[in-house]
């Protein structure tokens, strides 16, 4: 039985390797390709092009992997000075995710792909998230992960795929202010969003925190599974329908 394939989505950024320095060069951590290749899948590694989203007809599933911010113009905001987007990834990556979506494949988003994924929802993100939670601690310092309490909406995919984990890594500086069509499924203890979902899908999940990067990464698990059609069925509560945000107490 062949592997699943997982497009992974790439950053282009300037890169140092061998006599070379700051070749621009489409690149993604290693971390993303060794989480979905321990999974039972074969990553391919997607760069931007907005061209066309034919690729999709060789993929089982697609990682919007994290990276600079999602430009605001694309959800209708003025750009804060602290904001670094990255044009190219933007509209390739939701040239992908919009033919994603109407073949219905398994999507999993991460850091920036979850804000992608709530902004092709009709959301918004919030620029600098310490202007709106009073603290640093989901990026504590350039390159330095932090970490935090979480918690997820019984009966949601979220939760099904985190059962029995109460804490994940952090590194980001936006965050989802408004989810759009998507419902909002996991939180910080700060109360930011940390999991949205489509339960009107197979498979469509976006989380905050950086899973090629646990040790259990469970989320990208879940993809592969789903791609490969052997993820369990699961509940889809009518309170968990998309478009709502539930409110933590709710839970």
């Known amino acids: 039985m062949s592997r ?9 950024e300037p890169a140092d390797w061998a006599v070379w320095r700051g070749v ?3 690149l993604v951590p290693q971390a993303y390709v060794r989480a979905v290749t321990a999974a039972g899948g ?6 931007p092009d907005d061209t066309d989203a034919d690729v999709l007809r060789v993929l089982d599933g697609l990682l919007l992997a994290g990276g600079a911010d999602v430009g605001p113009e694309r959800y209708g905001r003025p750009t804060d000075p602290r904001t670094e987007s990255r044009p190219d990834r933007d509209a390739g990556e939701l040239a992908l ?3 994603a979506l109407a073949a219905d494949l398994p999507v999993l ?4 792909g979850m804000q992608l994924l709530a902004v092709a929802y009709g959301g918004t993100l919030h ?3 310490p202007d709106v939670v009073g603290h640093d601690r989901h990026r504590p310092a350039p390159g330095v992960y932090g970490s935090h309490p979480v918690r997820f909406a019984d009966g949601s995919l979220a939760g099904a795929v985190m059962t029995g984990v ?15 069509g998507l419902a909002v499924t996991g939180w910080a203890d700060d109360g930011v969003v940390e999991a949205v979902e489509d339960p009107a899908r ?8 950086h899973p090629e990067n646990d040790a259990d990464p469970r989320p990208v698990n879940a993809l592969v599974r789903a791609a490969a059609g052997t993820a369990p069925a699961r509940p889809r509560p009518a309170r968990l329908a998309a478009g709502r945000q539930l409110r933590q107490d709710e839970a």
């Open 42 to 47: 074969r990553a391919v590694v997607l760069p």
């Open 202 to 209: 197979r498979f469509l999940l976006g989380v905050q925190w």
């Open 4 to 12: 699943p394939v997982i497009g992974v989505t790439a950053y282009v």
């Open 127 to 129: 620029q600098h998230l």
């Open 109 to 112: 988003g991460v850091c920036r």
């Open 24 to 26: 621009p060069a489409a």
């Open 97 to 99: 995710l919009t033919a």
């Open 166 to 180: 109460e804490e994940v890594n952090s590194y980001h500086h936006q965050g989802v202010a408004d989810p759009g």
